[in-house]
């Protein structure tokens, strides 16, 4: 499995965008698909996920202003971003966790950069 992150940029602050990840690839099923984060200077923190059941959980810090959604048929997971801070400076990381049938597998993707200015 090989995931594509795209659509981050600059923007600023009080604005939006929208991160896109797609999942290349061959799986029985999704256990568990989201973003991560990693502000300059500082760990990797989660942001949002959906799991196996469609049950979705937020970090705090983005509770009312992340959505995070999914294409089963794309196998696509986007994460829209509104009302930007500039705390929310990242790199944000796509995840899954996928089982083939025998085993379960985590992948990230590359990463891509959101830069919200003031």
């Known amino acids: 499995v090989q995931l594509q992150a795209f659509g981050g940029g600059l923007v600023q602050v009080g604005g939006s965008l929208r991160l896109s990840c797609v999942l290349h690839?061959?799986?029985?099923?999704?256990?568990?698909v989201g973003w991560y984060r990693q502000p300059p200077g500082k760990e990797r923190e989660s942001v949002a996920f959906?799991?196996?059941?469609?049950?979705?959980t937020y970090n705090d810090a983005v509770k009312g202003r992340f959505t995070i959604s999914r294409d089963g048929a794309k196998n696509t997971v986007y994460l829209q971003m509104n009302s930007l801070k500039p705390e929310d400076t990242a790199v944000y990381y796509c995840?899954?966790?996928?089982?083939?049938?025998?085993?379960?597998?985590?992948?990230w993707g590359q990463g891509t950069l959101v830069t919200v200015s003031s």
């Open positions: 995840y899954v966790a996928v089982y083939d049938g025998r085993h379960t597998f985590t992948h």
């Open positions: 959906i799991d196996a059941d469609e049950r979705i």
């Open positions: 690839g061959s799986f029985v099923r999704i256990n568990l």
